[in-house]
């Protein structure tokens, strides 16, 4: 449910305009008009609850000298205490004593419009949304083919989800056969990549999470199984900020390629992950990968999957351990990712990598997690 956004204006012009900009940004409004404290009330609150209910209130210039507002406490209504979310809104560019008027009501910001419409469209949106504080985004990638990073992808927001934390897995590679058919389910409802392929400028995000397929408690956008495997950047660029802006964790997995889409993509993470097999060969080829990556992401950690699984331990020689792999690639160390025993055979009965919560990847993921959500993980990485 979208929360309600305060205006406070005598100004019928300006209230015009905030109602139309609210509109655009999907908000409810409530108005009251005029300032001075015994008549700031509406839907049954008086006039400070009503003032520090509210996740915004916008104030128009006209009303900031009004009796009821800037007391000295700082803020709204007489008695009311300062707090964040208020804006003075204007016209005048040439008024400078638009910011003192601002300072006197406690104001975090002044707007001056019509230039800052879409600025303030946008604030209205997050105001609404209930944003706060942006999710987590990590993006997965893999130093060469056949590496893991799917799978370590899916094990990520599976763990995640499992433990309470709101949860999107976000499938970035049009080629790699679709994330939704790694969690089982393909033949779930909700819109796929091609439904967003012409999104542009900002993009609700409780829309965006609520029209996705829903998997072991997951929002998972994946592809479909047509043609189309083409995301503008613009698209990915509205895609993934919606997704942020709703707290929690997203993770992404990338294609090994670096084009313009994955290029937004890599500008919006918090932390790059490239999943490199022990091996010299995949050394080489995540040392090709990682170069493009670091062009545009500003962490970016290798994870070392230690021996085993389809091909056993070839080219995994002596002093290659995780440490030198790290080390020849240039990155920190995020890690050393385990083969997990029966882990194809399990997706393969619908059983999505994580899902056993006393497997390695699993127990792996859980520690990821617990150090990236406090503070980071530090070099050295996690080990499982």
């Known amino acids: 449910m979208a929360e309600t956004i305060l205006i406070v204006t005598e100004d019928e012009e300006l209230l015009d305009d905030l ?12 108005v009251a008009h005029g300032a001075p404290a015994d008549r700031l009330s509406w839907a049954g609150w008086s006039g400070a609850a009503a ?20 007391c000295a406490s700082g803020g709204g209504p007489r008695g009311a205490p300062r707090r964040p979310g208020v804006l003075l809104v204007g016209r005048d560019l040439d008024d400078s004593g638009v910011w003192e008027r601002g300072a006197r009501i406690g104001a975090e910001g002044v707007v001056l419009l019509p230039d800052a419409e879409s600025w303030l469209t946008g604030r209205i949106a997050d105001a609404a949304e209930g944003v706060g504080r942006p999710a987590l985004t990590v993006g997965v990638l893999g130093g060469r083919g056949g590496s893991g990073a799917s799978t370590l992808a899916c094990a990520l927001a599976v763990t995640a989800a499992r433990e309470g934390r709101r949860t999107m897995l976000v499938d970035a590679d049009p080629l790699g056969g679709g994330m939704d058919v790694l969690l089982g389910g393909e033949r779930a409802e ?28 997951v929002s998972v956008l994946s592809w479909d199984r047509g043609e189309s495997v083409l995301i503008p950047a613009d698209a ?30 890599l500008a919006q993470l918090d932390l790059g992950l490239v999943v490199v097999p022990a091996e010299l060969r995949a050394v080489a080829a995540a040392h090709r990968v990682s170069s493009r ?40 160390l995020a890690g050393e990712l385990p083969w997990e025993p029966g882990l194809l055979d399990d997706v393969d009965r619908g059983v999505p990598p994580g899902a056993r919560e006393t497997g390695a990847l699993a127990r792996f993921c859980r520690e990821f997690w617990a150090q990236a959500l406090n503070g980071g993980v530090s070099d050295g990485g996690v080990a499982a």
């Open 190 to 217: 909700g819109l796929r990549w091609p439904a967003f392929a012409e999104s542009r400028g900002r993009l609700g995000g409780v829309a965006l999470e609520e029209s996705l397929p829903r998997l072991h408690d």
């Open 236 to 265: 990915m660029k509205s895609v993934l900020s919606a997704a942020r802006r709703r707290a929690g964790v997203v993770v992404v997995d990338l294609p090994r390629r670096v084009d313009e889409t994955v290029a937004e993509v």
């Open 293 to 332: 990556a670091r062009l545009v992401l500003r962490d970016l950690r290798a994870l070392v999957r230690t021996p085993g699984g389809p091909g056993g331990p070839r080219g995994y020689g002596p002093g290659l351990d995780e440490e030198e792999v790290a080390r020849l690639l240039g990155l920190s």
């Open 51 to 70: 003032w520090e209910k509210v996740p915004l209130v916008l104030v128009g210039d006209d009303c900031a000298g009004a009796e009821g507002l800037g």
């Open 19 to 30: 109602l139309r900009l609210c509109a655009a940004a999907g908000a409810e409004a409530e």
